[in-house]
């Protein structure tokens, strides 16, 4: 296995070969920084915050939460959505048995 320096260095030397660096030459991305990518994107397109927890790793979700939490404001949003909609009142189709027309009077054409 690589030591993390070792990986470090040939990530770099990747970035620099590919064109991905800054005016200064130096590489935009870090191993790290994909780390980051992978959670936010997770996220942000609605893996629960439990799982992407479990493939980072991380020992506790308070972990992940603190770090990536803010990434999903949107989730506090559909769950209102849905326990407003379970809430909400079911309308009641009662049948009258009233007739259509008032008697007396023709419909009107």
Not at 24 to 36: A, E
Not at 76 to 103: F, G, I, L, N
């Amino acid at each position: 296995m690589p030591t993390a320096t070792t990986y470090g260095y040939h990530f770099k030397k990747a970035c620099r070969a590919a064109g991905l660096v800054d005016v200064s030459g130096k590489p935009k991305y870090t191993p790290h920084s994909l780390r980051h990518f992978f959670a936010s994107t997770a996220l942000a397109n609605g893996i629960p915050i439990h799982e992407v927890s479990r493939w980072l790793g991380h020992k506790s979700i308070k972990t992940t939460v603190d770090i990536y939490g803010h990434l999903v404001p949107g989730a506090w949003h559909r769950c209102r959505e849905v326990m407003q909609s379970a809430m909400r009142p079911v309308p009641v189709d009662v049948p009258s048995e009233a007739p259509q027309t008032p008697e007396g009077y023709d419909e009107v054409a």
